[in-house]
């Protein structure tokens, strides 16, 4: 397993696209495996914005010991 201790920033598979007129992106996916999971911040795949909004997407997170303080986010655009 991989030590991610601690996550200080930005974790992000947003779709960054200006406001379009078709469908939005769909964001993407995020699996963290560790044994232990710390830290602050953002960890966020969030959809892209349109006239349909993207779907938010995935975030696995698998962890025996976890003290992370930040947000997780995964919305729709």
Not at 32 to 48: L, N, Q
């Amino acid at each position: 397993m991989l030590d991610l201790n601690p996550v200080k920033g930005l974790v992000d598979v947003n779709l960054k696209l200006p406001k379009i007129s078709g469908k939005g992106g769909d964001g993407g996916e995020i699996i963290m495996i560790s044994e232990k999971f710390s830290g602050y911040g953002v960890i966020s795949t969030d959809g892209g914005k349109g006239i349909v909004g993207g779907k938010g997407g995935k975030i696995h997170i698998q962890t025996k010991k976890n003290s992370f303080k930040g947000s997780i986010s995964s919305k729709g655009g």
